[in-house]
C-alpha cells in the first residue's frame, strides 16, 4: 500500500490522514514508508535517515540547543475503530489519542518550521506499544545515539495538552509460595500454597501508597496485585501458587531503592523482579523546559504512568510530555481527540520552537 501524505495540510486534517494508515505494531512500513517520502520531498531543510521502521530528521543550523520531539508510529491492534471519522469536531479512530495527533503535530512542524531559534530534531519511532527491548528509541539509542541527544526532549504523548512532567517508575514482582498436594478430603495432610500467599494479599489491602511533590507535580505511587494463579484440580490441595504485583513508584526512587522497598513490604516471601523500569525526574528547571511552559500556560503536572521521557532522562536530557488527547481513552475502542486540542497543540510548539 502505498501512501502519500501532505505535511503542509492543518494539523487536523494532517491527524486524520496519519490515523488512515493501519500500523499496528511490527505493521508500521507502510506509515513510515510515508513519513520518509514526504519529509525527503517537503522537507528539503531537514536531514533524513531511516533506521528500520523509525523515520529521523533533524535540523543542523548551529543553534545553540537542540529540543528533541519524540513520537511513536504504531498502535495498538484494531478495534472496530478504523476507518476515522471527524464528527462535530472531534476525530474519532484507532491511535487518534495515542499518539497520531501528536505524530501530525511533529510533522507539521518538521516541514513548516525552517528557522527555529532551537536546532530540532524529530524521532518518528516503531514497536512503542509492545515489549520493551523491541522499542525502535533502543535501536536509535544503540546504533545512531547521537540523535538522542538535545537539551530537551519532547515526547508528544496525549496530554490533554497541557504539560505532563517526568514520569513514574514500573516494576513487576512475583511472589511464590510452595506446598504439598493431597486430597480436599483430607486436606490436612497437605500444605495449600494459594492459603500461603494469604498474608501478601492482606499487606496489599492494607498498603499506603506514598504521595510525593516534585518541583510542584505531585507523584501518587501505587501497588496493585495484577495476577494471580494457582492450582491444579478441583479436589486438589494447591502445591504451587504466584502472586504479581504491579508497583509504581514515584521518579525519586531509583530501581534499586523501588526493589528494596518491595523486598521490606513483603518480607518474609520470595520476591523474584520480573522487569522495572525508572522513572524520570519533572525536568522543569532546564531553561528550555520553562519555555515550554510559559508557551503552554497552565501549571505543569505529574505523569502518572510511564512513557520513553524515562529514555532521555537516562541520558541525562530533561524530558516532558505535551500532546493532544486524553490519555485515559488511549487503547480503547472509544479513542478520540477534540480538533481543538491539536489545533492548540500545534499553536503551542510553533510558539515554543520560533521560526
Same mark, same amino acid.
Given at each position: ?113 525552517? +528557522? ?51 514520569? %513514574? ?24 500454597? /494459594? ?28 501497588? %496493585?496485585?495484577?495476577? /494471580? ?25 531509583? %530501581? ?69 488527547? +486524553? ?6 475502542? %472509544? ?21
Amino acid at each position: 500500500m502505498t501512501v502519500e501524505l501532505d505535511l503542509t495540510l492543518d494539523p487536523v486534517d494532517l491527524t486524520l490522514a496519519v490515523v488512515s494508515v493501519p500500523s499496528v505494531s511490527e505493521d508500521e512500513a507502510d506509515l513510515a514508508d510515508a513519513v520518509e517520502r514526504a519529509l525527503r520531498s517537503q522537507a528539503p531543510h531537514l536531514e533524513v535517515v531511516r533506521s528500520g521502521n523509525a523515520v529521523l530528521a533533524r535540523t543542523n543550523l548551529g543553534r545553540p540547543s537542540r529540543v528533541v520531539f519524540a513520537g511513536h508510529l504504531d498502535t495498538v491492534p484494531v478495534n472496530d475503530n478504523l476507518p476515522p471519522r471527524l464528527v462535530d469536531g472531534v476525530l474519532h479512530g484507532l491511535g487518534s489519542v495515542d499518539m497520531k495527533g501528536g505524530v501530525a503535530v511533529m510533522l507539521h512542524l518538521a516541514v513548516t518550521v525552517t +528557522d527555529p531559534k532551537h536546532d530540532l530534531t524529530f524521532l518518528f519511532y516503531d514497536c512503542e506499544e509492545i515489549d520493551a527491548a523491541r522499542n525502535g528509541l533502543v535501536r536509535v539509542e544503540r546504533d545512531l545515539a547521537d540523535w538522542m541527544r538535545g537539551d530537551l526532549a519532547v515526547v508528544c504523548e496525549p496530554s490533554n495538552g497541557v504539560v505532563e512532567a517526568g514520569c %513514574q517508575g514500573t516494576m513487576r514482582v512475583e511472589l511464590r509460595k510452595t506446598g504439598q498436594r493431597a486430597h480436599t478430603a483430607r486436606g490436612w495432610m497437605g500444605v495449600n500454597a /494459594i492459603h500461603a500467599l494469604g498474608t501478601a494479599m492482606s499487606t496489599l489491602a492494607a498498603y499506603e501508597p506514598r504521595t510525593v511533590d516534585i518541583d510542584g507535580c505531585t507523584y501518587r505511587e501505587g501497588l %496493585q496485585a495484577v495476577h /494471580i494463579s494457582g492450582g491444579v484440580a478441583g479436589n486438589v490441595v494447591p502445591d504451587a501458587a504466584v502472586l504479581r504485583v504491579n508497583f509504581r513508584f514515584a521518579p525519586d526512587r531509583s %530501581q534499586e531503592q523501588a526493589e528494596a522497598h518491595m523486598r521490606e513490604v513483603f518480607a518474609g516471601h520470595e520476591v523474584t523482579v520480573v522487569d522495572s523500569a525508572a522513572g524520570a525526574l519533572p525536568g522543569l528547571t532546564a531553561p528550555a523546559a520553562q519555555e515550554l511552559v510559559r508557551a503552554a500556560g497552565g501549571t505543569p503536572v505529574a505523569k502518572l504512568g510511564w512513557t520513553d521521557v524515562a529514555r532521555f532522562a537516562a541520558l541525562g536530557i530533561p524530558a516532558v510530555n505535551f500532546g493532544p488527547g +486524553d490519555p485515559t481513552l488511549a487503547h480503547t475502542q %472509544q479513542e478520540n481527540v477534540p480538533v481543538e486540542q491539536i489545533t492548540r497543540c500545534a499553536l503551542v510548539l510553533r510558539q515554543f520552537v520560533g521560526g
